[in-house]
């Protein structure tokens, strides 16, 4: 019994999924009303999940069903962030819905999908668990990204993500199936026992077979080599989607990657070394991309491939024993807040099809909504890392952790490419305040990501404020 | 390989070679003839063939491949589950009761969005 | 099992005798049905009630040349008659007629079988699109996509009879059918699994074999009305003939599979009757399907292609799912 208590919230999610489909299919629900019953399953599963994860302990390797999954407070926490990706995700589908034409109860249902997978990916401890969990978070996204059939923009992205998607996939399906022939199993507590005794090295099927599942992760977090497609893909899909990929996709990803570097010391000591150098072109060319940018959301997904960079200096120097992936997590909210704060405040901002989409579009903004301007500035501080918001604890951790896991350079590097990343994150503040408003940015439809947008403004600081125990 | 696998494989290519043999007895008592006319695809009494054979068909029989292919192999998935079912005890029945019943909102769903209504 | 050279060509040699003379003969068996039906006599000039018919058939067709459009894809339409017999005739190996004639037994035969038949449907695929012709086109997507939707609920009810066995080796199958009609699995009232929805199930299996034989209501995929004759349109001389000795073929096969699984093979109806060999109680049984087959074939109207495959998806294959669902329960409740 206590293995299904462990899966409760994905049950919830699931369970919400299909009787949301099922509900769909029905034609008899409105608009609205599908968004709030959404979030309301979203708030029920997320406190489902609180409820969870109060009763934690920190074994790395506590699992459940016959070791196809794990669950530590790592995995919890996750989950924790994913749901709450979900709820605000929705909460602007909600707002953004009343002035872009395109949505069906559908669109809610499949988000749920996409959050079940990530919860299951975040507690896979098995190759297939994983393969399966990642295929029914990336099908989800795939058909979310390209929900608006009529705007030739949404097409071009879709197809980019699931050519490339569809890529990622085979390499870790290929990945997984070198891993098992060179430890004979799939399960991650027998293949760290396989290494425990034998050297990581001796096997180049096992190198191999963990190169592609790196590739794999790599590619989903929009990681150095692979990270052309971030910026068309987050640009071409709707606002609600953009948001959920950025954050919840990163945080099953990071979670589930963490848990595979993990598995054994000398398998992290030889990858490593690659991750140090993956993590610095990370930062730098994804600082180098968003500078170039004069639209907000391709601003804001070059700049996710900067926090991709960030998370992989954690993950380069987190230690194999009593692995708590506490920096992970805490720097994964730190940035889900941030970015969905900015995605909420677009929802109501950006305007019928997403009108208001580059820098100068917002000039002036904080003379006439100054509410609005101060939540969008606070997020754009944490992003960047100004003290006293969560993004810069999250990034003070990490950079402490590498010093302290001898990682000198990587921390300097670290720091140089946050000094770097402030001027784009406030250049759309100076376009906000030291500007003259040029239009009266006016919200149609009463909506709830104005909530959304104080809540997490609010949750920028609380996160901030809350004690990480490394 | 074992003696099994030889018997079917040789009973499968001695078909291989039977029915070829079967259907080319034609060629050696049939007429061979033929001309432009006999050469042509057959249309109902008309001279000349009306419309192409590489024409589009309605999309919904690709969406009947692509429903068939789902149901053909949840039902092949449920062959090994009926076999040990009476080993399996109440947890495993319930499994399969959950699995049939995702499969059949799977069903309500695509009916109910009128996949499958023609015209 | 002994495995000379002899013994496989004798095996080879059986199977394809038995499916020819079958086709053969039920071809007549057809037309004097249908002749019986519709009042009139039916074939009657050659041999004693036309029974000479067939073979004469047979050798007009040979006589026949074997003529290839110009537009076709000449290596898959020659090959698509050949691969319409194939699993016809591979299923024959695996069907105990008796407790002793079976050519070859395997544990997992009924899967055997079905994998067999579904790749029957490739032929007509190879048929209609190699042809270069819209009339076999067209009958060939119908055909593939009738196929396809009737051999879902076939596969699903025929997995409650593998919950009542336990197995999916034929013969098993049929020897926990015995000794009598009560048990049966269509009405399995003494064995220790008192199934009553068995009855049901062979319903639906039995109008899934009708449809997945293409026979009359079902016969969508050579509708003479609309597609003339079908996928196999420009298919002459033994190319025809290779088509239509398949499609009797899968009739009896169809027969044997409901007989093996649901009318309990070669046991008698009742204990007493046993002196009889067991292969006569099975022909009998296979042949009384068959007429079925035929006597259905020649009393019910053509259904459209539309309410034919709302029949599978939207009534079949849901009632056998429920089915299969409620067998289940009842057997690991009881």
Partial sequence: ?470 | MSAELVLSSVIFFGLAVIIPVIMLLTAVFGPRSGGVAKNDAYESGIKHVVGMADQKFSVKFYLLAILFLIFDIEAVFMYPWAVSLRELGMFGFLEMVVFILLLLTGLIYILKKGVLNWR | MSLTLLNVIFAVVVAIAFAALNAAYLVWAERRGAGRIQRRPGPNINGPFGLFQPPLDGLKLMAKQLTIPGGADKILFVAAPVLSMFPAIMSFVTIPFSEMIVAHNMNVGLLMIFAFASSGSMALLFAGWSSRNKYAMMSAVRSVSQAVAYEIPMLITAITIVLMTGTMDLMEIVRQQGPSILHWNIFPLLTNSHNLLMPFSFLIFFTCTLAETNRAPFDLGEAESELVAGFHIEYGSMGFGLFFMAEYANIVIGSCLTTILFLGGWHPPLPFLGFIPGVVWFLLKIYILIATFIWIRWTFPRTTIYGLLNLSWKILIPISLFNLLLTAGLLKVF
């Fill in chain 1, 1 to 470: 019994m206590l293995d299904f208590i462990i899966i409760l919230p994905l049950l919830v999610v699931g369970a919400g999924a299909i009787a949301l489909m099922l509900l769909a299919s029905m034609e008899n629900l409105s608009e609205g009303s599908t968004a709030l019953v959404s979030i309301g399953i979203f708030a029920f599963a997320f406190a489902v999940q609180l409820m969870v994860s109060v009763s934690g302990n920190v074994a790395p390797y506590e699992t459940a069903f016959s070791g196809m999954l794990t669950a530590s407070t790592f995995t919890k926490v996750a989950g924790l962030i994913i749901l709450a990706c979900g709820l605000f995700s929705c909460m602007i589908a909600q707002t953004y819905f009343t002035q872009n034409k395109f949505s069906s109860p559908e669109f809610y249902s499949l988000m749920m999908f996409a959050a079940s997978g990530m919860l299951l990916l975040t507690m896979a401890a098995e190759l297939i668990t994983l393969f399966i969990s990642l295929e029914i978070m990336s099908l989800a996204i795939y058909v979310l990204v390209g929900y608006d059939r009529s705007r030739i923009k949404r097409s071009e992205a879709v197809l980019k993500y699931l050519m490339l998607g569809a890529f990622a996939g085979a390499f870790f399906t290929m990945g997984a199936a070198l891993i098992y022939g060179g430890a004979g199993s799939t399960r991650f507590a027998l293949i760290s026992k396989y290494l425990a005794t034998n050297s990581f090295l001796e096997s180049p099927v096992l190198v191999a077979g963990t190169l592609l599942v790196i590739v794999a992760f790599l590619f989903k977090v929009a990681a150095f080599p692979f990270h052309a497609w971030v910026v068309d893909v987050y640009d071409g899909a709707p606002l609600p989607v953009t948001g959920f990929m950025a954050t919840g996709v990163k945080t099953a990803i990071f979670a589930v990657f963490a848990n595979f570097i993990v598995l054994d010391n000398g398998m992290k000591g030889v990858w490593v070394d690659y991750l140090f150098y993956v993590a610095v072109f990370t930062m730098f060319a994804g600082n180098l991309i968003a500078i170039g940018q004069n639209n907000l959301k391709r601003m804001l997904a070059a700049s996710g491939i900067v926090h991709s960079g960030y998370l992989i200096i954690a993950l380069v120097a987190v230690g194999t024993e009593n692995f708590t992936g506490g920096v992970i997590i805490f720097y994964l909210a730190a940035y889900a807040a941030a970015t969905l704060g900015v995605f909420t405040a677009l929802a109501y901002l950006g305007g019928t099809d997403e009108r208001r989409d580059s820098f100068d579009d917002f000039k002036g903004l904080a003379k006439v909504r100054p509410y609005t301007a101060a939540a969008i500035t606070i997020f754009m501080l944490s992003m960047a890392g100004i003290p006293p918001t969560a993004g810069f604890m999250g990034k003070f951790y990490i950079i402490t952790d590498a010093i302290r896991a001898d990682q000198m350079l990587l921390a300097v590097l670290g720091i140089v490419s946050s000094i770097l990343s402030m001027w784009y994150y406030l250049r759309l503040v100076i376009m906000m305040y030291f500007k003259e408003p040029e239009e009266s940015f006016e919200v149609s439809g009463v909506s709830l990501a104005p909530v959304g947008t104080m809540i997490l403004a609010v949750s920028v600081f609380a996160i901030g404020f809350y004690p990480v125990f490394l």
